[in-house]
Structures are given as structure tokens and as C-alpha cells.
């Protein structure tokens, strides 16, 4: 893979490789190099094992803190509680087994690339061989519908192009020829004396040496780079495992607290070590994968209705925190479709906005008459004429969409399209001028000539009308490089007729081809020429009358340009990474507002040592030209800067770079498999829009994961100022009391059951805030407890152990015999009711995001009252399993006021920071 196979002549390459060019191998020669070289597929190297796979998912951080949970809850003798965490831990590990085990497909979806059969010349004789039988030497011959089998060196190249969009990134297919090329360090897509295993040829025949096979090719080397990405873990399983670690610190050391205390106040050790234990469970938020699964499947499921599918739900948060969005251009950012944009004749330019381009037209409907007047009259409308009469495309109506699609050349079919638009089709216009003659295209004339009878003055196409006067019965129309038509030009056809060529048309002509080029176009010249005979000879092409020429790109997505606009409001960076022509990829950015500056390319980056590079990486936002590796690397030195990188692509070269992103995105109708299975996220409509929708969908996602843990670990932290403070007011006041422990063991865990599987699992519902999109993401350094939740977990809190403390103080000094227990219980609950409603938003008020715009969470809070009432009332609960009384409507009323002292003081919170600003 290291030899420069393009800078050798064919017979070079054949002479290299021992190759007769008129008999190919012997079987003898093919068997011995099969056996040196191997089979012509690609092997998967160091996959996990599903029995791997299936460990990893119950070794993290926070499912060992949950199983140790639910051991605690069987010594505790609750074993409903255990079975649930245990179920809960079996769902999200199961679901992550299936997840990553999918992913490890990519290297089987790249061997699908592999074609089945192919012909070679073996002994002299043209042979049909299974493809994975292939080596080094072989002759094979190749038609258009084939896939290229192998790298192959090009020795025979008939009008040969060939579509290498997966593995390039170019847009059309690449016309190939045999010379030899001068430079050893060419991007692949420049590389037109090659072909490479996967790609396919679209037109043409030729023959060509394999020159590689197996992992050696260039399919082979993406290979070797999707093998060694090593997975990392997500923004959100980095601070997951950091609140797991602290929480699972701070229980332990809350429990161990507990039990000295107690024991040193002359309690039982083995109730104070059931007690410990209680409190070490409370501490934990046992419903957090609970949440996170619920919260992650319900993002998944409304990025699904916006055409964003899922296939790692941790990727549905990863999305929220993205600073940087690397995008293919092909596809993604345009429409994936050759448009003509531009037409341009002596002395006018029409430029074709979007309103002539919107919809798709009909081939039934098309009609001349009707069709814009700009468009129809001459001489647009002869450029037209011509580029639908020297076409070899057709176009045919998909009957799944009804839309209309060219079958051929790209660029061909982007003509045709243009004139239907015009009101010109394909078959009328053959039907007045039936093509007789051609001179076919081919890469060294860079040009496609074709003869018609001149049309008779009842032909009724006003697009012909000016050939209806001409003197001889034959019209040849020739199409192609404008300079190469230049030079066989002289008379230029403008709105009097025929001009004699000048010093002055030839440079205007030229102006105008570069200044199209320099947008980034594909610029055909149209011309013709009357002929007397039906025949097609290199005489035909000399004489030429220059008629116009056309502008042709893959133009913007009309939706890009506000999803662009949206990225910069959110603070997210874009960078366009494309193997697509600098010129190109240039224009497009700047029409989207990525860029206003020029693109660096491969070669550029490959003459950067790390330093300069991602200096560059940091300052340049559009690349073109570049390979996989390159793909990878930049990728990477945004990594290593900081960013969470998100990275579009739909073909096989991006699929290296798709599995080192934080966030991979992979198109679902142009994507191959392989980067589809390389993905996270699946775009059901190619659509770039519908990234940012995602992002959108990430960033709720966060914030509601990041709502759920200040509001479970805020409760917990008051559960715990409960069990650890309820002795103090009665020391210090010198009272005598009759039970240390505040709380028993399973009237904790019914309060957790409530609080942080019930009442947390609603919290994953909440709508998006107003400003969601309109904020920097989150920083990938900062911590759950970032921008200032810690502390609102903090006194949150402590308000709800001290306000439900001075609730139990009282009530027990006042009713030394009543249910003072009981009080505590339900003063708890009902103050994590109205917590959960003040967690609902961090500065908006609940008046302002409005009480009822979650309706899962009013839901909730129903069932959690009548949970916490059939709790109090019905005696298989309140007597026999939790040890509570009946409380009257007094109590109930004090711990209402206490949830709202609670609300009243969150919303005075909300009050000042959005004052502060």
C-alpha cells in the first residue's frame, strides 16, 4: 500500500507485478500468490467477545454502587426493593450489551462491500472467479454496473468513470484515464489512473492490474482505523461515575456516623447497624438508571419524530453537550443532486434561485408555453436545447415518491432537469431533431458531440427556432471544458444571431467560466455548428458557434442555512470536512455562513507537524481533499482541545472518524452500512437540520438528568440531616427522648420509592426551557454540580431535613404520645412533592413555564399521594409492614405549609438570580 502505483506507467505496473497483458496470470502463478498473499477480504482483528461485552455492562462504577444497594436492601429483609434495583440493573445492563454488541458489526458491514463475482483474464482465457480469490497481478475486466473488486492500476480506460463518493467524499463520478500521474502524494480522489475496492463504476469499460487485496487495500486501511479507535466513554458516564463515587463515599460514611453514634448513646449495635444501612440506602438514588433509561428512550423517541434515530441512547445526552459540529458537505449540508444553478449567454447571466429550483417537475405536466419566458426564449433556451439534445441521461418518475430522477450522469441529468423545468423534455425535443450521429465523450477531447436533422419551422419549440433558418440539413451540438470549446470556436451566438469571435467575447467568456469555477461549479460550454452530413467526424468539432454556458453544483439544502444560524446562536462551532473539491467546499461554506475564508487540504494538513496542525484545526473551519486519516486526526485534536465533537458522514471513509467522535452521525438514505453501524445517531432524511434539532433534544435531556439528581440527592441530603440531627434538639434543650432513630429502616425505603423512582422518573418528562437553544453548551470539564447546583442542592437540602426536624421537634413536644413519627414520614413527602415542582426550572418561575405543560409529573404527584395516603390508612401497610397512625386534617395541613415554605423559598431563589441577571 506504500507504492505509489499512479506515478507508474501501465507497463511499469505490469512489469512490477509480473502481469502479461495479453494473458494475465496462470492458475499455477495465482494459486502460489494466494498463498503468499491470502484471501482478497478483510479481517476483523481484536473484536470483543459478547461474554466481554456482557462483564463491562455490570462492572460500572454506578451499577456495583446499585447492586451493593440492593444486597443491602436482602439484609435488610426487602426484598421487593431488591428485586426492583436488581431488574432495573439487568434492563439498562442488557440494553447496553445489545447496544455495543451492534457496533461491533461495522467491520462485518464493510466485508458486505466485498463483491461476490468477477472476470479476469487467467491463462489467457477471460474467467468468472469469486472475488475473494483475487491477487496481486491479476487482469481484470471491468463494465459499467460493476463494483471494483480489489486496487486496481488502470491499463485500459474506454470513457471508464467511477463513483467513489463512499470512499472520497467526491460528489460525481470520477472520470478515469491510464497515463501516469506525477505526483506520489495525491489525494485518492485525484488518483484517476485507479480504482479501489468498493466503489462502482458508473459508466464505460476498461481493464485494469490488481495491485492490492485484502486489509492492504484502501477499504482494508479503514479497516485497520475503525479497529483501532478505542471506545470512549460519554460526558454523561464520566459524571454519572463521579456522582456514583461521591454518593457511595458520603453513604458510607453517613452509615459508619450512625452506627457510632447510636452505640455510643447505648443503642442496640445490631438496630443501629439496620439503621446504617438504611440511611446508606437513602442516600443513594436508587431510580437513577430508572430515570436515565426512561429519560434517554423518551428523548430517543421524539428525536425519532424529528428523523434523528438512536442507536446508543447514552449518545441522546451526548448531543446536549456538543461544542463542535464536523459535517460532511455532500448530502448533508446540499441537496446530493447536480442542479444546474447558472446559465450564462453573451451579454446576460440568469442566476436560477431557489424559486425555479423548489419541488420536483413533471413529466407529464412540462410544457414549453407555459414555462418562465426567461428560460424559454433563445438563447438560454438554445443552451438548453443543447444540453438536452448531446445528453446520454434519461429521467424516469420514482413511483414510491413521484419525484423525478435522472438515470446516467449526474451532470447530464442535472441538464435535463433544468430544461423540464423550461418546459423542454428529452422526448419532444429528440422527436423534432432525432439524434443520427455522435462523437462520444472521452477525457483527452473533454468534450461529446452529437448530430441532428435541422428542425423544420413547424417544430413549435421556440428553444429551436433559430436553427430553423440554417443552410445545411444537419445540426451538431457539442458540449464540454469551455476553454477546449473556445479553441474551436469562431462565432459567438447572441440575441442577433452569429457574431464573429473577438479578442473581447473570448476574454468575457473566459471571466465568466472562471468565475463560476471559482464558486466551486462544474462549468459546461454549449456550442454548435450546421453540418452537411448525418455523419460525426473530429472535422464536426472544429467551427463551432459558441452558444452559452452552465453552471452546475450540488447546491445548499434550503434548511441549512437557519440550522447553521442555530448552531452559532447555541455556541457550537461547525467545521466542514469534505473530500469534495477546495473550491467547492469553499463556496458552500460561505453561502451557509461556516466560512468566509478559503479550505485547507489534505496535502496541506499532511505538511503540519502536530503543533501547526492543531493550531489549524483550531482556526480553519473547511477541509477538503482529505482521507480518512486525516478525518481521524482532526477529529481527535478537537478532542484533545476540549471539545465534544459530533461527526457527520455517510460514506466508508468516514467511518473511522464516525467511532472516534464523541457523537457519530451517519446518513440513513445515502449512509453505507458501514458508517451507519460505525454510528450513534442514524439521520433518516440526510438532513443537517435535523442535528440540531437533536442537540436541542440533548440539551433537555441534560437538563432534566441534571433536575433529577439535584432533586433525589437535595432529598436525600435531608432524609440524612433527619437520621443524624434528630438527637440534638432534644440534648441540647436537656428533653428526654424516647426513640433515637427519627425514621425506621422501611419507612426510608418507602420514601425513596416515592421521591426518586416515582416522583424523579416525572422529572424526565419535562419540556425544554425557553433559552435552550439560545446558551453555550455544557463545558465538558464542568461536573453535575456545575453553575452553582451544588449549592442549591445543598440548602435545598438542608431546608427540607431542618423545616421537617422543627416539624417533629414540636409535634413531639407538644404530643409527647401522638404519632410524632408518623408526622415526620408524611412532613418528608409532602416536601419533596413540592420540591419536585420547584425543580421543574432552575430561574424560570412555575407560573411562567406553567403548572400544567407536564402533565407526566401531575400524573405522578397523584399517584405519589394516593401511595402516601393508602400508606397512613389501609392497615396491611400502616400497621404491619411501615409502623404508622392515621394522621387528622391538622397534620396534614402542617405539612402542607411546610411544602409550601419550601416552593416560596425556591421561587424567591429563582426571583434573585434572574434579577442578578
Not at 254 to 262: E, N, R, S, Y
Not at 620 to 639: C, D, G, M, Y
Not at 718 to 747: C, E, N, S
Not at 774 to 802: E, K, N, Y
Request: charged share 20%; aromatic share 4%.
Amino acid at each position: 500500500m506504500d507504492q505509489h502505483w499512479h506515478v507508474l506507467s501501465d507497463a511499469d505496473v505490469a512489469r512490477t507485478l509480473a502481469t502479461d497483458r495479453e494473458r494475465g496470470l496462470t492458475s499455477a502463478e495465482a494459486a502460489a500468490r494466494a498463498a503468499s498473499h491470502g484471501p482478497n477480504e478483510l479481517i476483523e482483528h481484536g473484536a470483543k467477545s459478547p461474554w466481554r461485552i456482557l462483564w463491562e455492562q455490570f462492572t460500572a462504577v454506578m451499577v456495583l454502587i446499585l447492586m451493593g444497594a440492593a444486597l443491602l436492601s436482602l439484609a435488610l429483609g426487602k426484598f421487593l426493593e431488591a428485586g426492583a434495583i436488581v431488574a432495573i440493573v439487568a434492563l439498562f445492563g442488557l440494553l447496553g450489551f445489545y447496544q455495543e454488541y451492534r457496533a461491533e458489526k461495522a467491520i462485518a458491514a464493510l466485508k458486505k462491500l466485498a463483491v461476490p463475482g468477477v472476470r479476469v483474464l487467467r491463462d489467457g482465457h477471460p474467467v468468472n472467479i469469486s472475488a475473494r480469490d483475487l491477487v496481486p497481478g491479476d487482469l481484470v475486466i471491468l463494465e459499467a454496473g460493476n463494483v471494483v473488486p480489489a486496487d486496481v492500476r488502470l491499463v485500459v480506460a474506454v470513457n471508464l468513470r467511477i463513483q467513489e463518493s463512499a470512499l472520497t467524499g467526491e460528489s460525481e463520478p470520477v472520470e478515469k484515464q491510464v497515463a501516469p500521474l506525477a505526483t506520489a502524494d495525491l489525494p485518492l480522489g485525484d488518483r484517476r489512473n485507479m480504482g479501489y475496492l468498493g466503489t462502482l463504476i458508473t459508466y464505460g469499460r476498461g481493464q485494469a492490474i490488481v495491485v492490492e487485496t485484502g486489509m492492504q487495500t484502501e477499504l482494508g486501511r479503514i479497516a485497520t482505523l475503525i479497529q483501532s479507535v478505542k471506545a470512549e466513554v460519554t460526558p454523561l458516564q464520566q459524571r454519572l461515575d463521579a456522582v456514583g463515587k461521591l454518593l457511595a463515599a458520603g453513604g458510607l460514611a453517613v452509615a459508619v456516623l450512625i452506627l457510632i453514634l447510636g452505640v455510643l448513646d447505648g443503642e442496640s449495635p445490631e438496630d443501629m447497624l439496620l439503621t446504617a444501612i438504611s440511611v446508606a440506602v437513602a442516600v443513594i438514588p436508587e431510580g437513577l438508571p430508572a430515570v436515565l433509561t426512561f429519560t434517554l428512550a423518551l428523548g430517543a423517541q421524539r428525536m425519532l419524530r424529528r428523523n434523528a434515530l438512536i442507536r446508543k441512547l447514552p449518545a441522546v445526552e451526548t448531543l446536549g453537550s456538543v461544542t463542535t459540529i464536523c459535517t460532511d458537505k455532500t448530502g448533508t449540508l446540499t441537496e446530493n443532486r447536480m442542479t444546474v444553478t447558472v446559465i450564462d449567454v453573451a451579454g446576460e447571466r440568469l442566476n436560477i434561485d431557489e424559486t425555479l429550483r423548489s419541488g420536483h417537475p413533471s413529466l407529464e405536466d412540462a410544457d414549453e408555453a407555459a414555462a418562465p419566458a426567461v428560460l424559454g426564449s433563445t438563447p438560454i433556451g438554445l443552451v438548453l436545447a443543447g444540453g438536452v439534445l448531446c445528453n446520454d441521461a434519461t429521467l424516469t418518475r420514482q413511483p414510491e415518491s413521484n419525484r423525478v430522477v435522472a438515470l446516467g450522469d449526474p451532470t447530464e441529468g442535472a441538464l435535463l432537469i433544468a430544461a423540464l423545468r423550461a418546459g423542454l423534455t428529452k422526448e419532444a425535443l429528440a422527436a423534432a431533431m432525432p439524434r443520427v450521429g455522435e462523437l462520444p465523450f472521452d477525457s483527452d477531447r473533454k468534450r461529446m458531440t452529437t448530430v441532428h436533422p435541422r428542425p423544420a419551422a413547424t417544430s413549435g419549440h421556440a428553444a429551436l427556432s433559430a436553427l430553423e433558418a440554417l443552410d445545411t440539413p444537419y445540426v451538431a451540438f457539442t458540449k464540454g471544458a469551455v476553454d477546449g470549446l473556445l479553441e474551436s470556436t469562431t462565432h459567438i451566438w447572441t440575441n442577433g444571431g452569429a457574431e464573429p469571435k473577438s479578442s473581447d467575447w473570448t476574454r468575457r467568456i473566459l471571466a465568466a467560466n472562471a468565475g463560476l469555477a471559482g464558486n466551486g461549479m462544474r462549468v459546461l460550454g454549449v456550442a454548435f455548428r450546421a453540418v452537411p452530413a448525418a455523419t460525426a467526424t473530429s472535422d464536426t468539432e472544429r467551427g463551432l458557434t459558441f452558444v452559452g454556458m452552465v453552471g452546475i453544483i450540488d447546491p445548499p439544502r434550503p434548511e441549512v442555512k437557519d440550522a447553521v444560524a442555530h448552531c452559532v446562536s447555541a455556541s457550537i462551532r461547525l467545521v466542514m470536512i469534505t473530500g469534495d473539491h477546495p473550491l467547492t467546499a469553499a463556496a458552500i461554506a460561505r453561502e451557509l455562513g461556516i466560512a468566509s475564508d478559503g479550505a485547507l487540504t489534505g496535502r496541506d494538513l499532511d505538511a503540519l507537524a502536530d503543533g501547526p496542525f492543531a493550531e489549524a484545526v483550531g482556526r480553519v473551519s473547511v477541509f477538503a481533499r482529505v482521507s480518512p486519516e486525516h478525518k481521524l486526526r482532526i477529529v481527535h485534536a478537537l478532542q484533545q482541545q476540549g471539545h465534544v465533537v459530533a461527526m457527520t458522514g455517510d460514506g466508508v471513509n468516514d467511518a473511522p472518524a464516525l467511532k472516534q467522535a464523541d457523537i457519530g452521525v451517519a446518513m440513513g438514505i445515502a449512509g453505507t452500512d458501514v458508517s451507519k453501524e460505525a454510528a450513534d445517531m442514524v439521520l433518516r432524511d440526510d438532513n443537517f437540520a435535523t442535528i440540531v434539532a437533536a442537540v436541542e433534544e440533548g440539551r433537555v435531556i441534560y437538563d432534566n438528568l441534571r433536575r433529577f439528581i439535584k432533586f433525589a440527592v437535595a432529598g436525600n441530603i435531608g432524609k440524612v440531616v433527619v437520621m443524624l440531627a434528630w438527637p440534638i434538639p432534644f440534648v441540647l434543650l436537656g428533653r428526654p427522648l424516647a426513640d433515637p432513630v427519627a425514621l425506621l429502616p422501611l419507612q426510608l425505603l418507602w420514601l425513596n420509592l416515592l421521591t426518586d423512582g416515582l416522583l424523579g422518573l416525572s422529572l424526565g418528562a419535562e419540556p425544554p426551557e425557553h433559552n435552550v437553544m439560545h446558551r453555550p453548551p455544557h463545558s465538558p470539564q464542568a461536573g453535575i454540580f456545575s453553575d452553582g447546583l451544588g449549592g442549591q442542592v445543598v440548602w435545598t437540602g438542608a431546608f427540607i431535613g431542618l423545616v421537617t426536624l422543627a416539624v417533629g421537634f414540636v409535634y413531639y413536644e407538644r404530643h409527647p404520645g401522638g404519632p410524632w413519627q408518623t408526622v415526620i414520614f408524611t412532613t418528608l413527602a409532602v416536601l419533596q412533592v413540592f420540591q419536585c415542582l420547584a425543580t421543574r426550572s432552575s430561574r424560570d418561575s412555575l407560573l411562567t413555564i406553567g403548572v400544567f405543560t407536564n402533565p407526566v409529573m401531575l400524573g405522578t404527584i397523584g399517584l405519589v399521594v394516593a401511595m402516601q395516603i393508602t400508606a397512613l390508612y389501609a392497615p396491611f401497610l400502616s400497621t404491619s409492614l411501615l409502623r404508622v397512625q392515621p394522621l387528622g386534617i391538622s397534620e396534614w395541613l402542617i405539612a402542607l405549609a411546610a411544602g409550601l415554605a419550601l416552593l416560596v423559598a425556591t421561587e424567591a431563589e429563582k426571583w434573585w438570580l434572574r434579577r442578578r441577571g
